[in-house]
């Protein structure tokens, strides 16, 4: 705790000088001209929802960051009636206001709460581990959400059981892993593709296909993908084995692990609650987040501590920054607490607001790509040779939109699209092609790449 304590301190000093370059203020995706797509139930083709995507405008003061955002992402969304939602993804038209130099809570922690808990950096709301859904003791059944009747005391009362909503709410999430809460849509996890993951738990993307805000590279440290409502950043995946940045990149692990129980009569560390539903078929282990417990890990600096984060330097944060991660298992699955919780390690001081009322300056960012950035990311093309499809797909986070053109050997244009930033891949019909060799060229005003591709009939 001390040793936290001093390094947060040096940190909080050496960023007061360095306002302009905080990741805070530096790592929103902004966009006020390209809009966004959602399917319809039974349509795999994308219609248009005339909503703009991604952040629109940030502002920051000495202490504080302001992001005005939609909600709505650059990836596609959509459908989510495996657990009956036929809301659609709405314009939420919100402004956050996060602090520039976030601080350690070494009070009472602050518990997460349901909806938002912090925005990833597209705009997208980030929710914990919970779908409103609770057991009522009274009735034995399930209780709050949709198609439940309330709980007892209201929506903020305390209950002894609580359904997680990535087991018991994957079936309603669209390819991208996100569904809306009335029309607020928002991630309970790693916001990546679930066909890009090892192990492919839903098939929703096999008709509805999507991406994400990013793909997993495990070979790349993943990259800063929002920030909690107490300031800190929230990281992908993967991270440095040791939290000074050194003994390479491995997969960041979750310290809670499932309780070997077969009945819910206490939590974790024998506390005896009111009983829940036994383990079953119907609510299996996992179902609810008190069938989880903290387990300490001494000497592996991989295992985060019980808010699902740890001190670390990250390529942002050079000389170090308390971070949260989206922990995943081995085959990219979601693990709980799957972001942050279920506390808050820092103090959550302010989050969403109605306006801005203090003196602001407006960052814009750079409209190019860092080469030497891009160099080192991995991009892949294929299949290749292909009959009908040409997908291009970048591993990690693509922070700048990149054009994509397809030429013959000739140099003629035949057919271009765009990568856009907070997306991960974009498609090339070629199908009415004829067979032949074709390049595939990739640029920004401070990038550009080409890949040779062959289309056989």
């Known amino acids: ?63 504080f960051v302001y992001v005005n955002a939609t909600g709505i992402p650059a990836y596609k969304v959509g459908p989510f009636t495996g657990d009956g939602n036929t809301n659609n993804a709405g314009n939420q038209n919100a402004i956050f206001k996060f602090p520039l130099f976030p601080t350690q809570n070494t009070g009472t922690l602050t518990t997460t709460n349901a909806g938002n808990i912090g925005i990833f950096i597209n705009g997208v709301a980030m929710f914990d581990y919970r779908d409103g859904v609770a057991w009522n003791l009274s009735t034995n059944a399930l209780c709050g959400g949709p198609g439940n009747p309330p709980c007892p005391g209201g929506p903020t009362a305390v209950q002894s059981w609580n359904r997680d909503a990535i087991v018991a709410e994957r079936a309603g999430f669209d390819c991208a892993k996100g569904h809306p809460a009335g029309t607020n849509y928002h991630h309970h996890q790693n916001p990546s593709a679930f066909d890009l993951d090892l192990k492919v738990l839903s098939t929703i993307c096999n008709l509805y296909d999507a991406d994400g805000l990013y793909a997993i590279n495990p070979a790349q440290h993943s990259p800063l993908i929002g920030f909690a409502y107490d300031g800190f950043p929230v990281y992908g995946a993967y991270g440095f084995a040791k939290a000074d940045g050194t003994g390479g990149i491995v997969r960041m692990k979750s310290s809670y692990q499932l309780r070997n129980i077969t009945v819910r009569t206490h939590h974790a560390g024998n506390i005896d609650v009111s009983d829940g539903p036994a383990v079953s078929a119907t609510y299996p282990i996992g179902y609810f987040r008190e069938d ?80 030497s950035k891009l160099s080192q990311t991995v991009i892949n093309v294929f299949p290749n040779p292909s009959s009908d499809l040409i997908a291009i797909q970048v591993m990690g986070l693509v922070s700048q939109d990149i054009n994509a053109a397809l030429y013959d050997m000739q140099g003629k244009l035949i057919m271009e699209t765009k990568i856009l930033k907070g997306q991960t891949i974009a498609y090339f019909d070629v199908e009415a092609l004829y067979a032949g060799n074709y390049l595939v060229k990739l640029f920004n005003e401070g990038f550009s790449e080409t890949r040779k591709v062959s289309i056989v009939k």
């Open 1 to 63: 705790m001390i040793k936290n304590f001093s390094l947060a301190l040096l940190m909080l000093i050496s960023l007061k000088g360095a306002t302009q370059t905080n990741p805070a203020i530096t790592s929103w995706l902004q966009n006020n001209t390209e809009t966004g797509f959602y399917y319809k139930a039974g349509n795999p083709t994308p219609i248009a929802n005339n909503i703009l995507v991604n952040c629109q405008m940030v502002r920051y003061s000495d202490t």
């Open 292 to 371: 989880y417990e903290f387990v300490s890990n001494t000497g592996d600096e991989s295992y985060l501590d019980i808010h699902n984060g740890r001190f670390c330097v990250t390529p942002e944060y050079p000389k170090g920054i308390y971070c949260y991660f989206a922990t995943v298992d081995a085959f990219h699955n979601s693990t709980y607490p799957y972001i942050i919780g279920p506390t808050y390690y820092g103090n959550k001081v302010v989050a969403k607001v109605t306006s801005v009322t203090e003196t602001t300056q407006t960052y814009v960012p750079a409209t190019a790509l860092n080469e």
